[in-house]
């Protein structure tokens, strides 16, 4: 038993870490006041302020973890952990509105500026039209409607508004789930921590129902043990409607989790089935989604590869092909796979050991495993195990959408483990919390440090920033005034569809017809001939973004076998005869090709 003491020292050792990680948090608010810039594309927004800011932030993340793993390892009962949870839910924020406090005019490059221009369409029209997924440009209208804020800032703001809406779903979760306090603050520890990446940063109704999911689930579950179920009952039908005009992908998702819960091994607590919910999201797919298609497409896909796999048409196979297309060592590929794929790698890793000691314990001393920690793990292993048979045999969803869906189960089945862990030690002595503490200390660490570097699309994770800087709008929108629509649009580093979107609407570029991109012959064709006009055999516009001129560049610095352009090619470019450049800013260069 803790002593009287061990209250003291583990209340005043939370007040100290509390201290200090405010401290933190002040410190990375000074250093963003006084490296205020102006809005100019970055190619990594992490190189937008030095690698002690971001270390900081990292740091106040773990304090406030840290502070959260005490309490609940603690017999005492305390409040302290708030503070850390306050510490969390601080630095979340500084992360999320990032690009708002960097000033990005729009923080997306590609399906976040269609989305904006759904939302163009329904303040247009007042209708939602041929939307496949209303409910999220429904809400960006009505923020822009009732505040007055531009749907460029909203769609950075619902992302950082939903991704604190999960962390909260997830404390009602964990009170429903876990019996302990310790492991609701245990939980809590890691379902704070932005785990999603760019679903957590970036518009897309993808990212943004998959935070909403948690809700659903604390209300499906609500509604099944609560006294009184019917309110609950009702909300959750109203919430199966959102879910289903929300994202098509996590609608069958959320079916294939409400069967799974039926499962009769979990209890033999009789509780209404989910059969009626499971057909009233069905049902409105079925009415609602063109993703059938689609959806029965990849599943005879999966089929035929599984009876007569060859390696090609799989995002395995797509991979491989890539890799052996370029020359790069061994190292440098498991480098790359950790940066993109760590953090995944680490909560698959832990689950699976969990999953093992779990079954150890069934087997070897007949543990009752409540229904919880069943659902968590038979959800796990089944999400798990769909994503792997997509990532072999199909190349259309991308598996890391459904191993991101798994991880909701791992957040539920590691303290569920854990617990199990530590009640079979018989921890009743504080020696054996300070043998597990160092171990899941460092596991938080690596989780942060992996979710804080992957928020973001940046060089550091094969990518680059999505910023669309304003004078990209401003000179695409000279472009739409100027162009003859009888010539073609070549684009390097701009999708010129897209922008036309954002700026006049989704119906409005249908109309045009502009849904369609041109990409440029590599290194601008001379390689073989002297002018760019020899190889295109019409009159054609050529437009240049800084992305398409410097993103290989940047992804590869050490790899020039690799870039598709050089500087070189863009010097000959502007000497080029067949070539007359009539339009330029910061960003965005334009020319004719002429023929």
Request: hydrophobic letters at 50%; a positive charge.
């Amino acid at each position: 038993m803790f002593s009287k003491n061990d209250h003291f020292s583990i209340s005043r050792f939370n007040k100290i870490m509390s201290i200090f990680g405010f401290m933190l948090i002040l410190s990375t608010l000074s250093i963003i006041i006084h490296n205020s810039s102006a809005n100019v594309y970055n190619f990594s927004i992490y190189e937008s302020y030095p690698e002690y800011f971001w270390a900081l932030i990292i740091i106040a993340l773990f304090i406030g973890q840290i502070i959260l793993l005490n309490s609940a390892f603690s017999k005492s009962k305390t409040n302290s952990w708030i503070a850390g949870f306050l510490i969390i839910i601080i630095s979340d924020l500084i992360l999320l509105l990032m690009p708002i406090i960097k000033g990005y005019f729009v923080n997306g490059r590609y399906d976040a500026l269609t989305h904006i221009g759904y939302m163009v369409d329904i303040g247009k029209y007042h209708n939602i039209g041929s939307n496949p997924y209303p409910i999220l440009h429904i809400w960006g209208f009505v923020l822009n409607y009732m505040s007055g804020l531009s749907y460029n800032d909203i769609s950075m703001l619902i992302p950082a508004f939903l991704s604190l809406f999960y962390i909260f779903s997830w404390y009602l979760l964990g009170r429903l789930v876990f019996k302990k306090n310790n492991m609701i603050l245990f939980m809590l520890s890691m379902s704070s921590i932005l785990l999603f990446g760019s679903k957590n940063s970036m518009l897309s109704p993808n990212g943004e129902t998959l935070l909403f999911v948690p809700f659903f689930l604390y209300i499906f579950f609500k509604s099944r043990v609560a006294k009184k179920p019917i309110p609950y009952e009702i909300l959750l039908i109203l919430i199966s409607f959102f879910v289903v005009f929300s994202h098509p992908l996590i609608s069958i998702l959320l079916i294939m989790t409400l069967i799974i819960s039926d499962y009769p091994i979990f209890t033999t607590v009789k509780w209404r089935k989910s059969n009626y919910i499971v057909l009233i999201i069905l049902c409105c797919f079925l009415m609602w989604s063109s993703y059938i298609p689609i959806l029965t497409n990849n599943i005879k896909l999966i089929l035929d590869n599984m009876i007569l796999y060859d390696g090609t048409g799989s995002e395995l196979g797509r991979y491989s092909n890539s890799l052996n297309s370029i020359h790069i060592p061994f190292l440098y590929i498991v480098i790359i796979g950790l940066r993109l794929y760590g953090l995944e790698v680490l909560l698959g890793v832990l689950s699976l050991i969990c999953i093992s000691l779990v079954f150890i314990f069934w087997k070897k001393y007949h543990v009752e495993i409540d229904y919880y920690h069943k659902f968590s793990i038979v959800g796990w292993l089944f999400f798990v195990l769909l994503s792997l048979l997509i990532l072999i045999f199909a190349d259309s969803f991308g598996f890391i959408r459904i191993y991101q869906y798994s991880i909701l189960f791992s957040i539920m089945l590691i303290p569920l483990s854990i617990n199990m862990l530590l009640e079979r030690a018989e921890v009743k002595e504080k020696k054996h919390h300070f043998k597990l503490l160092p171990l899941l200390s460092l596991f938080l660490l690596l989780i942060t440090y992996f979710s804080t570097y992957n928020l973001f699309f940046a060089p550091i994770n094969l990518n680059i920033d999505q910023q669309t800087p304003e004078s990209e709008f401003s000179g695409m929108e000279v472009f739409y005034h100027v162009k003859n629509n009888s010539q073609p649009t070549l684009e390097l580093g701009i999708t010129n569809f897209r922008v036309y979107d954002a700026v006049y609407g989704v119906a409005e570029g249908k109309k045009e017809k502009i849904r369609y991109t041109n990409p440029v012959i590599e290194h601008f064709d001379y390689t073989s001939n002297s002018s760019i006009n020899s190889y295109y055999n019409e009159t054609s516009y050529l437009l240049i973004s800084d992305v398409g001129r410097y993103q290989k560049q940047k992804l590869f610095p050490d790899l020039k076998s690799e870039w598709d352009f050089t500087p070189k090619d863009f010097n000959k470019l502007n000497n080029d005869a067949g070539v007359t450049k009539f339009y330029s800013n910061k960003f965005l260069e334009m020319y004719v090709i002429n023929h």
